[in-house]
């Protein structure tokens, strides 16, 4: 049977695509590894590889296709001995787009459909629909295979040589379903929004995959997450002398330190200092880790990047100096891999460099912590013999998820974070 190609998942949030660029053509000869095509996702363009071995039969998506939906069907793939006649009709894309996605071989026409996505401990098992279906025909349980497939998913020739066995208890329910009624409040329609401002001149902006996840998944955070917010204001005046010191002595290695990369530091280690206050939500626990992955925004057009620092507290300033300016530039050009960007348990977004005193940030989930940054500037400062000085001071502003950190814990962690960088020579011990 000719092979569906689908339109894969290539995020965990990613619902839909655009196909930005084919590199195959009707007629071409395609080996597993070859890179077919360019899907641009909310964040960043991808290469698309193919995953078995044929002739394009047919392209069904063409290139700069827009809103793509995730398991679409955008290419078929002939076997030996078939051709073009041997092409049906493009199965329909699942209502509900689940695992990330290479291509699998279609099911043959009579087949039923593939079952819904399985899930393990709450999370969702990755495999593509023919493997489900397969899987549901032999009576296997998909959380005992180990997927072969891209990103660890599960494909035919997992399932195929796979013996039956007693499938697990299903697992608990993550979380609670919401009450009845207790849908999110929207804001008002665009025909509303439209009339209201019909005697006005305006130019519409099309929102892209970026714009439309960040208002969406930023909503979501504010209305369910628990934020609560704590505010510390820190004298750079120590830091500022020390960095002095150190940007001159790693002149010759061409690495300059920001203030920022002192900033991460001192959150990575105050997570160690404070190590329950390093964990994020996971529906019905909360999952502390032992590793500090501290995640920075960063701004690019049209929205921003979170990438991921991860083992922050192992680093140097240096070492974390050299990959935060590595990770944003790729950033602001699209060019980071999903796991760059994926996972943290805390963050930091910096707006003292567009001279911004102080704000209050909004959790991006799993992150159970935000620290806002604003601009350090010299304010009166009155010291321990009450003699009143000029320093430059710094306000920051954390956020909190209280479903994870309670008030006591979250006062710790920012006390840390400014004793670390008001005393930033220990940082280096």
């Known amino acids: 049977m000719p092979i569906e190609i689908m339109m894969p998942a290539l995020s965990p949030t990613m619902e839909e695509g655009t196909l930005a660029k084919w590199h195959v053509k009707e007629g071409d000869t395609v080996s597993s590894g070859d890179i077919m095509a360019e899907i641009e996702t909310d964040k960043a363009t991808m290469e698309f590889e193919a995953v078995d071995e044929g002739v394009i039969g047919k392209i069904v998506i063409a290139e700069g296709t827009e809103g793509v939906k995730v398991n679409a069907v955008i290419a078929v793939l002939l076997e030996d001995g078939e051709s073009a006649s041997d092409i049906g009709s493009p199965s329909a894309a699942p209502a509900a787009a689940a695992a990330p996605a290479p291509k699998e071989e279609a099911a043959p026409a009579a087949a039923s459909p593939a079952p819904a996505a399985p899930k393990k401990d709450g999370e969702r098992i990755f495999a593509t629909p023919l493997a489900r279906r397969i899987a549901a025909d032999k009576g296997l349980d998909l959380s005992a295979i180990a997927g072969s497939g891209p990103h660890g998913r599960i494909v035919k020739a997992d399932v195929e040589n796979a013996t039956a066995a007693p499938k697990a208890a299903a697992a608990p329910a993550a979380a609670a379903s919401a009450p009845a009624g207790a849908a999110m409040a929207a804001g008002p329609s665009t025909d509303v929004v439209l009339k209201t401002f019909a005697d006005r001149p305006f130019t519409e902006v099309k929102l892209d995959g970026m714009r439309k996840t960040i208002a969406a998944r930023l909503t979501e955070a504010k209305q369910t997450v628990p934020h609560f917010y704590l505010r510390r204001d820190i004298n750079l005046d120590a830091l500022l002398a020390f960095r002095g010191q150190l940007n001159k002595q790693l002149e010759g290695r061409g ?127 009155v010291g321990a013999d009450g003699e009143l000085t000029v320093g430059t001071v710094m306000s920051t502003t954390l956020s909190v998820d209280h479903r994870v950190i309670d008030g006591a814990m979250a006062a710790n962690l920012l006390n840390a974070i400014k004793d670390n960088l008001e005393n930033p020579m220990t940082m280096l011990a």
């Open 255 to 381: 690495v300059k330190l920001s203030v920022n990369d002192f900033v991460i530091k001192a959150c990575a280690l105050a997570l160690q200092q404070v190590p329950e206050a390093n964990a994020v939500w996971a529906g019905d626990r909360t999952l502390q880790f032992t590793k500090s992955d501290v995640a920075v925004a960063v701004a690019i057009e049209g929205g921003l990047f979170t990438p991921v620092l991860r083992d922050s507290e192992m680093k140097s300033l240096s070492a974390l100096s050299v990959e935060m300016k590595d990770l944003a530039t790729r950033a602001r050009d699209r060019k980071l891999a999903p796991h760059e960007f994926q996972g943290g348990s805390f963050a930091i977004s910096n707006l003292g460099m567009f001279g911004i005193d102080n704000f209050d940030a909004i959790i991006n989930p799993p992150h159970s912590a935000i620290l806002a940054v604003g601009a350090g500037t010299k304010k009166p400062i």
